[in-house]
């Protein structure tokens, strides 16, 4: 399975980004997409997932408020809408799916390849 992300890049603080991310499999209703983001040095963090079936979403207490997670199950796709960004928030988002709902990137077997989200100051 290929996950394909895409939509980063540079914005301002203050701006919106909104990020894409197509398996290349079938997604079912079982299934949890997730998005993590990564920064140099550091561990794979959890930011926000989705149960695909109940459209369900669950979010990190950071980016609460801010950012939005949502699926459109026609096209496959889920999306991960991401407002009044901070420079906290520059990092390579990857998006992942898994069989059930973990924050830990260790629970999710499927990844895509990463797109680069820079917020400026």
């Known amino acids: 399975v290929q996950l394909q992300a895409s939509g980063g890049g540079l914005v301002q603080a203050g701006g919106s980004l909104r990020l894409s991310c197509v398996p290349s499999?079938?997604?079912?209703?079982?299934?949890?997409m997730g998005w993590f983001r990564q920064v140099p040095g550091k561990e794979r963090d959890f930011v926000a997932a989705?149960?695909?079936?109940?459209?369900?979403?669950y979010y990190a207490d950071s980016v609460k408020g801010r950012f939005a997670i949502s699926r459109d199950s026609a096209e496959n796709t889920v999306y991960l809408q991401m407002d009044s960004l901070k420079p906290d928030d520059t990092a390579v988002y990857y998006c992942?799916?898994?069989?059930?709902?973990?924050?830990?990137?260790?629970?999710?077997?499927?990844w895509g390849q990463g797109t680069q989200v820079t917020v400026s100051s």
């Open positions: 992942a799916r898994a069989n059930s709902y973990s924050t830990s990137w260790r629970d999710y077997n499927h």
């Open positions: 499999t079938r997604t079912f209703s079982s299934h949890i």
């Open positions: 989705i149960r695909w079936g109940t459209t369900r979403t």
